[in-house]
């Protein structure tokens, strides 16, 4: 078996239909969606197909769907529209597992006057949402809960966040890019003001994400130019990669029972070998709701980073939520935020599945783990010692 690719949480593999729809506006199909003429109007009317179908899969009106360039383009303009209108500087709420596009951009706004508050998670990797509720203030401009954290796979209890929020008239931003496509997602049951989407995550192209605004609530444009998305985000659409986006949406609409399911059972049967495979291995948040798809797990003795790399010269891609900077191998905020020591969360590793892997492909990504494990753990005496 060549390669196993188990970081399906960093991007997915192209759905056939999503390469389907992008395919005749990399070729023989071309136009600006905004030109009046027959070419432009194709490509507009493939614009709003994908918003269409990006809807139905958010339970959606097409015309609250705003299409971005990124997830990260997409939680950058909320913080921005919120943060840019409010006159002085007031009080951002969020949990302390956000995604680095929300997170640094909170950090950005503490530096220019921003109060910020983060909430950690339990050592089930959930934040509670009563520790949520009782950070809320009356200066809150708004608050950020994910749906699923893309490091650990943890469902967060947004509905109940976005209850109290509502009762107090703040917005909340529920970045979604992880669970779409993997579970049901329905904006109706978020509850919550702003939703983000990328298509990447579940089996669509690159450079495709959606911000979902409910009727009523405002949003300003962060990029601003030519009146596109009704004047919501300016910049000439990617029709390509907007097709795909739609595609894999209404894939996904299809799918979606069979994914959960299909998932599941790629992940279980990985977490259910595991022990034996690498004795002492954990599993973060096993009793947690998590996503179907998302292992992350903790493997005492080895330092994540160097099994990483062994596992990539084997030919399996998996993930640490490591960070590098300056030469060093930082830990996961997440993990340390969960309340992980630094050495446990530097042995950590996150294998995320997609609807393109196979059984044997866990089986064999288990085999060489086993041996790479247990490799790490005779040549690296320091990991050694600092698992002890
Ligand atoms: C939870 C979450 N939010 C946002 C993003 C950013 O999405 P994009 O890669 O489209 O910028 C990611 C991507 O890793 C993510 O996992």
């Known amino acids: 078996m060549a390669f196993v690719y188990l970081d399906n949480n960093a991007t997915t593999p192209l759905h056939p239909r999503a390469r389907e729809a992008m395919l005749p506006w990399l070729g023989e199909r071309h136009g600006n969606p905004s030109s009046i003429h027959r070419f432009g109007q194709a490509a507009r009317n493939a614009v709003e197909e994908a918003r269409e179908q990006v809807a139905l899969l958010l339970g959606?009106?097409?015309?609250?769907?705003?299409?971005?360039?990124?997830?990260?383009?997409?939680n950058n303009a909320v913080l921005a529209h919120?943060?840019?209108?409010?006159?002085?500087?007031?009080?951002?709420?969020?949990?302390?597992?956000?995604?680095?596009?929300?997170?640094?951009?909170?950090?950005?706004l503490a530096r220019l006057g921003w109060e910020v508050t983060r909430?950690?998670?339990?050592?089930?990797?959930?934040?509670?949402?009563?520790?949520?509720?009782?950070?809320?203030?009356?200066?809150?401009?708004?608050?950020?809960?994910?749906?699923?954290?893309?490091?650990?796979?943890?469902?967060?209890?947004?509905?109940?966040?976005?209850?109290?929020?509502?009762?107090?008239?703040?917005?909340?931003?529920?970045?979604?890019?992880?669970?779409?496509?993997?579970?049901?997602?329905?904006?109706?049951?978020?509850?919550?003001?702003?939703?983000?989407?990328?298509?990447?995550?579940?089996?669509?192209?690159?450079?495709?994400?959606?911000?979902?605004?409910?009727?009523g609530v405002e949003i300003s444009p962060y990029l601003v130019g030519g009146g596109q998305e009704r004047r919501r985000r300016a910049g000439t659409e990617n029709v390509a990669a907007l097709a795909g986006f739609g595609a894999a949406a209404a894939a996904a609409m299809d799918e979606l029972a069979h994914r959960t399911a299909y998932l599941a059972a790629l992940r279980d049967r990985f977490e259910a070998a595991l022990p034996q495979r690498a004795p002492g291995a954990l599993v973060h948040c096993a009793g947690a709701p998590r996503l179907p798809n998302t292992s992350h797990i903790a493997l005492p003795g080895v330092e994540g980073e160097s099994l990483l790399i062994r596992l990539d010269v084997e030919g399996i891609a998996v993930s640490t939520g490591s960070a590098c900077s300056s030469g060093t191998v930082e830990p996961s905020k997440t993990l340390l935020a969960m309340g992980l020591s630094r050495d446990e969360a530097?042995?950590?590793?996150?294998?995320?599945?997609g609807m393109m892997n196979r059984a044997?492909?866990?089986?064999?990504?288990?085999?060489?783990?086993?041996?790479?494990v247990a490799e790490l753990r005779r040549v690296a005496p320091v990991a050694e010692a600092a698992a002890r």
């Open 60 to 74: 959606a009106r097409a015309a609250e769907v705003v299409f971005t360039a990124s997830g990260t383009e997409a």
């Open 82 to 108: 919120v943060t840019g209108g409010a006159g002085r500087p007031g009080h951002l709420l969020l949990s302390a597992v956000e995604h680095p596009s929300i997170r640094e951009m909170a950090l950005r």
């Open 119 to 215: 909430v950690s998670p339990g050592a089930d990797g959930v934040v509670p949402a009563d520790a949520m509720r009782a950070a809320l203030r009356t200066d809150t401009r708004l608050v950020a809960l994910m749906l699923a954290n893309n490091e650990l796979g943890t469902l967060q209890p947004v509905p109940e966040v976005a209850q109290a929020c509502r009762a107090r008239g703040i917005p909340l931003l529920c970045d979604a890019v992880q669970a779409v496509g993997k579970i049901p997602v329905d904006v109706d049951e978020l509850g919550a003001d702003y939703v983000t989407v990328g298509a990447h995550k579940f089996h669509g192209p690159l450079g495709a994400a959606a911000l979902w605004v409910r009727a």
């Open 346 to 353: 530097l042995s950590s590793l996150r294998v995320s599945f």
């Open 360 to 372: 044997e492909e866990v089986d064999h990504a288990l085999d060489v783990l086993a041996r790479e």
